[in-house]
């Protein structure tokens, strides 16, 4: 990109004959100046205008994700509340499993219909006990 100035001289080399070049000096003129000058002015106002789409193309293809992600978001609460409800039936099951267990855990420990003081214990940790076997001997005399 060449430009123009009043101060600058341009020279032009036309060919005369085979052999020999003819050298002719111009100046440029006023009007060729603010030729220049405009040219130089639209190209940078056309600089700043393709900036300018540029970034609207950016904003319309932010603006486009934003649409097609607000168009999926009634689909992306159905599955939320599916998920909910889901995780509300999981834990309905935990806690029915946790009361079994609690259950369960009631049947471990064996209680006495009277209080009594034990006197003679017939069996230890992690025997294994038969129905009707006896376990353990209260004192007599108390």
Same mark, same amino acid.
């Given at each position: +990109?060449?430009?123009? /100035?009043?101060?600058?001289?341009?020279?032009?080399? &036309?060919?005369?004959?085979?052999?020999?070049?003819?050298?002719? %000096?111009?100046?440029?003129?006023?009007?060729?100046?603010?030729?220049?000058?405009?040219?130089? &002015?639209?190209?940078? /106002?056309?600089?700043?205008?393709?900036?300018?789409?540029?970034?609207?193309?950016?904003?319309?293809?932010?603006?486009?994700?934003? +649409?097609?992600?607000?168009?999926?978001?009634?689909?992306?609460? *159905?599955?939320?509340?599916?998920? /909910?409800?889901?995780?509300?039936?999981? @834990?309905?099951?935990?806690?029915?499993?946790?009361? &079994?267990?609690? @259950?369960?855990?009631?049947?471990?420990?064996? %209680?006495?219909?009277?209080?009594?003081?034990?006197?003679?214990?017939?069996?230890? !940790?992690?025997?294994? *006990?038969?129905?009707?076997? +006896?376990? !353990?001997?209260?004192? &007599?005399?108390?």
């Amino acid at each position: +990109m060449s430009r123009v /100035s009043a101060n600058k001289e341009r020279k032009v080399v &036309t060919p005369v004959c085979n052999s020999y070049f003819r050298v002719a %000096h111009l100046w440029p003129s006023a009007e060729a100046t603010s030729a220049a000058e405009a040219l130089e &002015t639209d190209r940078a /106002s056309a600089s700043a205008i393709e900036k300018r789409i540029a970034a609207a193309k950016n904003l319309t293809a932010q603006r486009e994700a934003q +649409m097609k992600e607000a168009q999926t978001a009634p689909q992306q609460v *159905i599955d939320t509340q599916a998920k /909910s409800q889901s995780k509300s039936g999981e @834990l309905e099951q935990a806690r029915a499993d946790v009361r &079994t267990a609690e @259950l369960n855990l009631g049947y471990t420990k064996i %209680h006495a219909p009277v209080n009594v003081v034990i006197g003679r214990k017939t069996v230890e !940790l992690g025997q294994r *006990i038969q129905p009707g076997q +006896m376990l !353990l001997a209260n004192r &007599t005399g108390r």
